[in-house]
């Protein structure tokens, strides 16, 4: 589990394929402390450590992660957010993140507001029903509140130091980020849903 606080970024190094899966290398501050069969968030994304070296480590998305997320995207070079699963006795700071996404949003529109910034993503309008004003969701990884919803779309606002410490900064419009919802309104509308 993951609380969408991201403990740092990493740089895209090398990417591999083999059949319909990727591979990928990622330097980052993290990548020494390490281990294999470790689970860590990548924009969002839970994948296992494979490999630790020379301040890398190495990681695998078969093709059903590819086809539901973002990561099929990257190329060498691309700053990709990271965290580590929250230790049991660690503090839940954002909201609880599975590292499962659901589907990927386009940001529609970037607005700089002397100090902060505002995001509009628009979304697959079947995924409404999970989308309530000042909700949580997980934005590559982040956990975020978000406003001015819509059926297909909402808006978050960035403080600086999310800005700077994430990549939200590398963001353009037209960019795809991977989108989870948050897990409680996704049992909640289930059950719902089974009792109709």
């Not at 580590?84 to 529109?109: E, F, K, W, Y």
Request: proline share 3%.
């Amino acid at each position: 589990m993951f609380t969408g606080i991201i403990e740092n970024t990493g740089i895209v190094k090398e990417i591999l394929s083999s059949g319909s899966n990727k591979t990928f290398w990622i330097a980052s501050p993290l990548s020494g402390a390490l281990k294999v069969d470790q689970s860590l968030s990548h924009n969002g994304v839970c994948l296992t450590v494979e490999e630790v070296k020379e301040g890398m480590h190495r990681v695998t998305a078969i093709e059903e992660t590819l086809s539901k997320t973002s990561l099929g995207q990257w190329q060498a070079g691309s700053v990709v957010n990271l965290e580590r699963c929250m230790p049991i006795n660690g503090r839940l700071d954002g909201h609880i993140v599975q590292g499962h996404v659901d589907t990927v949003a386009a940001c529609t529109s970037i607005i700089e507001k002397e100090g902060s910034w505002e995001y509009t993503f628009s979304f697959p309008p079947q995924f409404n029903g999970l989308v309530i004003e000042k909700g949580s969701v997980s934005l590559n990884g982040i956990s975020l509140t978000i406003f001015n919803v819509t059926t297909d779309s909402f808006t978050v606002a960035i403080i600086p130091y999310t800005y700077h410490h994430t990549n939200m900064s590398t963001l353009n419009k037209g960019d795809l980020v991977n989108i989870e919802f948050d897990i409680v309104g996704k049992y909640i509308l289930r059950g719902l849903n089974l009792n109709k």
